[in-house]
């Protein structure tokens, strides 16, 4: 069984604004913990530059997402299907180093506190904040696929006029659950519980970055080895 390579990769087009310094601290502490893998950041240019060169077939359909979040959604899957490794989102904060969670693995996803799930009606949910998996994994073939299929909503489709909604169904976490569901061989694929990756909710979050603090947050850590803020820049 092939492991999934030592790789981290980062990504800040830098289309709308510079990486903030805040970020890049966050980004400094997987560094830390992985002093043996190899740190991949990819800006708008090199982004470019590896759908040219990898996926111009999909060029085309890059450009036509509606916003730029779909783009920043798709290249990870075309960059994690071509290269492998682990795609981190930059408002994720490393605790230690994740190669005990992906020993023996090929391809996983991160789960989100059950209560994020609620807002969408779902039992399960993950995310595409962090992901890892060998080259040419066939489940995120098949992400690649679908998403690239794409499709600009037409003006008058009210059912597509929600952007976080659109975004959701059409290159995020909405997208990928639902092709995890259809998914024949889901024995590939290992989902991180959230408490290793996601200990906290957004509103638990929200209260930490006001300086709360209590006894039940903190045991919280004990098994993380990863703590996902949910800036969410994009919205």
Not at 137 to 144: A, D, E, N, S
Not at 191 to 218: D, F, H, W
Request: aromatic residues 16%; proline residues 6%; glycine residues 4%.
């Amino acid at each position: 069984m092939n492991n999934i390579p030592k790789i981290i990769h980062q990504l800040w087009s830098g289309e709308e604004k510079p990486l903030p310094e805040d970020l890049k601290i966050l980004s400094e502490t997987w560094k830390e913990y992985h002093p043996d893998w190899s740190y991949e950041f990819w800006d708008n240019n090199r982004i470019k530059s590896f759908i040219k060169q990898y996926y111009p077939n999909y060029w085309d359909v890059y450009y036509s997402f509606q916003y730029n979040i779909q783009r920043w959604d798709a290249i990870r899957y075309l960059i994690l299907d071509k290269i492998g490794g682990m795609y981190v989102d930059f408002d994720t904060e490393c605790l230690a180093s994740h190669n005990d969670l992906l020993k023996d693995k090929t391809c996983c996803f991160s789960m989100e506190p059950k209560e994020h799930g609620k807002r969408f009606g779902r039992e399960l949910f993950f995310n595409n904040a962090m992901m890892a998996c060998v080259p040419g994994h066939p489940f995120m073939k098949k992400i690649v696929d679908t998403v690239f299929q794409y499709k600009k909503p037409d003006p008058n489709d009210l059912s597509r006029r929600n952007r976080v909604l659109e975004i959701f169904h059409t290159t995020g976490p909405l997208q990928i659950i639902k092709l995890y569901e259809e998914y024949t061989d889901k024995d590939t694929i290992h989902l991180i519980p959230s408490k290793y990756v996601s200990p906290y909710t957004a509103n638990e979050i929200s209260l930490i970055r006001q300086g709360y603090e209590s006894e039940e947050l903190e045991n919280k850590l004990e098994e993380a080895y990863s703590i996902h803020y949910f800036f969410n820049a994009w919205v």
